[in-house]
């Protein structure tokens, strides 16, 4: 009976300690309230530029386009941009691999925030997360057109609709996809010995305090 109580005060403990450390790492309602903005302005911006470019597009690549033409684009009429085919291609797999980054980060801001568990250490994954998507999504049409459809199309004749979804798709599982592409490459590009056992002060290795602090660390966004 004892042991018991003992055991129960123990546990009330670690679970008063733990509330403890998630009040202080908790970000401040200001600071989330920066971040949902931010989270909105982004949608907003790439939704009317995506209205923008494809407007423009429209008549490069469209039915009644001429070859080799070019059009003038001017977003938000910051300057004038000559738009070929292949550059609003680029334009658009840009936007809209930013449109599925929003999608992944808003949709796991909200949760965590409902949940209450919206801690200040995850700024910069929501901060970075648009520019990860686009930049995968980049890489991903470049391997697109460089490699499967190579002297297949120009800008003209490619479907910007299809790679329009195959960015949205980067963005929006861009973590999933960099995870088997690391997979992928770590089965391909396999090596005899192993060269992070070398690197000291990796992410996976904790320390007891941190181990005591958490014993069920939380999930990534």
Same mark, same amino acid.
């Given at each position: 009976?004892?042991?018991?109580?003992?055991?129960?005060?123990?546990?009330?403990?670690?679970?008063?300690?733990?509330?403890?450390?998630?009040?202080?790492?908790?970000?401040?309602?200001?600071?989330?309230?920066?971040?949902?903005?931010?989270?909105?302005?982004?949608?907003?911006?790439?939704?009317?530029?995506?209205?923008?470019? !494809?407007?423009?597009?429209?008549?490069?690549?469209?039915?009644?386009?001429?070859?080799?033409?070019?059009?003038?684009?001017?977003?938000?009429?910051? %300057?004038?941009?000559?738009?070929?085919?292949?550059?609003?291609?680029?334009?658009?797999?840009?936007?809209?691999?930013?449109?599925?980054?929003?999608?992944?980060?808003?949709?796991?801001?909200?949760?965590?925030?409902?949940?209450?568990?919206?801690?200040?250490? !995850?700024? !910069? !994954?929501?901060? /970075?997360?648009?520019?990860?998507?686009?930049?995968?999504? /980049?890489?991903?049409?470049?391997?697109?057109?460089? %490699?499967?459809?190579?002297?297949?199309?120009?800008?003209?004749?490619?479907?910007?609709?299809?790679?329009?979804?195959?960015?949205? /798709?980067?963005?929006?599982?861009?973590?999933?996809?960099?995870?088997?592409?690391?997979?992928?490459?770590?089965?391909?590009?396999?090596?005899?010995?192993?060269?992070?056992?070398?690197?000291?002060?990796? /992410?996976?290795?904790?320390?007891?305090?941190?181990?005591?602090?958490?014993?069920?660390?939380?999930?990534?966004?």
């Amino acid at each position: 009976m004892t042991e018991s109580f003992s055991n129960a005060a123990r546990e009330t403990q670690y679970e008063d300690a733990e509330d403890a450390q998630a009040s202080i790492r908790a970000l401040s309602p200001w600071a989330t309230a920066v971040i949902g903005l931010l989270l909105g302005g982004q949608v907003s911006l790439f939704s009317l530029a995506l209205l923008s470019i !494809w407007s423009v597009m429209d008549k490069i690549i469209g039915p009644a386009a001429v070859e080799k033409q070019t059009e003038t684009w001017s977003p938000f009429g910051l %300057g004038h941009w000559h738009i070929t085919p292949d550059v609003g291609l680029l334009i658009i797999v840009m936007i809209c691999s930013g449109l599925g980054s929003f999608v992944h980060a808003a949709t796991s801001f909200a949760s965590y925030v409902g949940n209450r568990r919206m801690y200040a250490s !995850w700024i !910069w !994954w929501y901060l /970075l997360r648009t520019g990860i998507g686009m930049a995968l999504a /980049l890489l991903v049409y470049l391997l697109l057109r460089g %490699g499967l459809f190579a002297g297949e199309m120009d800008g003209r004749a490619a479907n910007p609709y299809g790679f329009a979804g195959i960015a949205g /798709l980067c963005g929006l599982f861009s973590k999933q996809a960099t995870d088997k592409l690391r997979e992928v490459f770590d089965t391909i590009l396999s090596t005899r010995g192993d060269g992070d056992s070398k690197r000291f002060d990796k /992410l996976g290795e904790t320390s007891g305090h941190d181990r005591f602090q958490s014993s069920n660390p939380g999930e990534s966004p």
